[in-house]
């Protein structure tokens, strides 16, 4: 997964302001015009203009403390919002957030324009946003216009800065509002400065996309979604292989190519189709630029983790998409420069410093019912040579059933009792070739007991699903992290790490710098290519939160 910057939004205000004429209508009919509605529209538009290019708030409309009090008496089920209400007025000296004299102000417009644009990428009906749509249509046979009454104003006013925190809260905030941890996500929820963007809708700032509190990769997936509407719309036959066959090879000629081509054609990885039922050289790049977006082996055969992955329909894929997005909300939107990244479904550690890729490769994963947790912290010590105490769970359901069966099991193993009783001993692995650990492990303390280190079972990096650990999780080089880690300290040379890691001695080595450590879950993001990529739920976070999200 890659992190990539914003993009920031094209917007001119001349255009917002024709948008907020032909929007902002009357609130309540049957009330005067108030006196300066006939102030010349050049003269508003220089006053209007003022306002917009300040970077302080102003409004020569203010509220009575009352007119709070007043509000969430009437409105109840606002209450919940009133102490950040009133501590946004207070901030701004009771000054109106919304409206330019007696006109709704671009501030509104922005916050409509940006409630909109968010409604793509919404998980579901915003009700809230309902309610404000129905305060801003005009009454049958009434032509958009200035507010018309006091009443009117104050209560649009009240009514838009509840909405706004309402819709940013989840927006930015997420959908799901319990504690993450129901849902396997041990990363505390990044809380998100929405004060500062409502002051800039007030203020009139048009550019908004350096405000909004994202991560990038929300941004990127939400590009995504319009096309994949598309096709959810349009047939979705399931492809399969023919009579007995189990793959299909560059060169063989079946009928189900042309279908293949096709829908490889739709999902953007092959420019141009046609009718040919021929494997050829103009549809292996197209296979294996698919098979890198799912995280298959990219050897371009068609095989049945191929067909599965092109059968997934497209409503499914936005499902996951939206998914994502709503974890993508709990997360910081800039992520620390120098990071070691893990992510469940792609079985893969990332590596950034400055916040450049510097480092990756495949890892193993805990299994379904021995998952590997999904939470932050540092990594504080290399350890060379290391010695394994096996998990008590591991002695009773592995160790004591093969040590009946083979006293000499302990010995063949290199392990050895340390304590316990003959019941419930405890058993260590010294260090070795075949030690559980490697000849290496990297250590971020943490009250789930999981950290990285080598396997000697290296057979299982050449799969495309690596949820075997009980866990933990295992690198595929785990040397090279090793070097990354202790690249700053020159005593640490290659021959002494050789030495340190083929040695009968266990070697701890602290960190002075402790780089941070994620360990997420995300199966859909786009790559640094600009690829979308897919991965399965492994472990059934996304069926679990879309079942909240969905229901």
Not at 406 to 428: C, F, H, S, V, W
Request: hydrophobic residues 40%; proline residues 7%; contains cysteine.
């Amino acid at each position: 997964m890659v992190v990539l910057p914003l993009s920031p939004r094209e917007s001119s205000r001349r255009s917002k302001l024709r948008l907020v004429a032909g929007l902002l209508p009357v609130v309540l009919a049957g009330c005067l015009p108030v006196g300066d509605s006939a102030v010349p529209e050049a003269t508003r538009a220089i006053e209007m203009a003022e306002v917009f290019e300040t970077t302080e708030p102003f409004s020569r409309r203010t509220l009575d403390p009352a007119d709070l009090v007043e509000f969430f008496a009437r409105y109840p089920d606002h209450q919940a919002d009133s102490a950040e209400v009133g501590a946004f007025y207070r901030r701004r000296g009771m000054q109106f957030a919304w409206f330019v004299g007696d006109s709704l102000s671009a501030g509104a417009d922005a916050f409509l324009a940006l409630s909109g644009a968010a409604e793509a990428g919404a998980v579901g009906a915003d009700s809230s946003l309902a309610h404000l749509a129905s305060l801003l249509s005009p009454p049958v046979g009434e032509a958009p216009s200035q507010i018309s009454c006091d009443s009117c104003a104050v209560h649009l006013e009240l009514h838009l800065t509840v909405e706004f925190f309402r819709f940013a809260d989840r927006h930015y905030n997420g959908y799901f509002r319990r504690d993450l941890r129901e849902l396997g996500w041990f990363i505390p929820r990044a809380k998100k400065d929405l004060s500062r963007l409502a002051d800039s809708l007030a203020a009139g700032t048009m550019e908004l996309a350096a405000y909004e509190p994202l991560h990038p990769q929300y941004q990127k997936l939400k590009a995504h979604l319009p096309s994949y509407h598309a096709l959810a719309e349009e047939p979705w036959p399931a492809l399969a292989l023919p009579g007995q066959r189990s793959r299909i090879n560059p060169g063989d000629s079946l009928a189900v190519v042309a279908e293949i081509r096709r829908r490889l054609q739709q999902l953007g990885d092959l420019v141009q189709a046609d009718s040919s039922g021929r494997y050829d050289s103009t549809l292996v790049p197209a296979v294996r630029r698919f098979q890198a977006r799912h995280g298959l082996s990219e050897d371009g055969v068609i095989g049945p983790a191929v067909l599965r992955a092109l059968n997934v329909p497209p409503a499914e894929r936005l499902r996951t998409m939206l998914v994502n997005m709503e974890r993508l909300r709990w997360v910081p939107d800039e992520q620390p420069p120098n990071l070691l990244l893990v992510n469940i479904p792609e079985f893969r550690l990332h590596v950034y410093e400055g916040g450049e890729e510097v480092l990756g490769m495949r890892v193993v994963v805990g299994t379904a019912a021995r998952s590997t947790v999904v939470f932050a912290d540092t990594v504080s010590m290399v350890v060379f040579s290391p010695t394994w105490t096996v998990p008590r769970e591991i002695i009773e359901e592995e160790i004591l059933p093969a040590l009946a069966a083979d006293p000499g099991y302990l010995a063949k193993q290199n392990m050895e009792i340390i304590g316990g009783t003959p019941e419930q001993p405890l058993i260590r692995q010294r260090p070795g070739a075949n030690n559980a650990l490697g000849r290496v492990k990297f250590l971020f303390p943490n009250s789930y007991a999981i950290y990285m280190h080598d396997t000697p079972e290296r057979q299982l990096f050449a799969r495309d699903q690596r949820a075997f650990s009980h866990g933990c999780i295992r690198l595929a080089e785990p040397r090279a992290l090793a070097e990354y880690l202790l690249r700053r300290d020159a005593t640490w040379t290659q021959e002494r790490m050789t030495a340190a890691m083929q040695g009968g001695t266990e070697t701890l080595v602290p960190l002075a710098d402790r780089p941070p450590v994620m360990i997420v879950y995300f199966t859909a993001w786009e790559d640094r290519d600009g690829r979308l990529n897919f991965r399965d739920d492994v472990y059934g976070h996304d069926q679990r939160l879309a079942a909240e999200l969905f229901r």
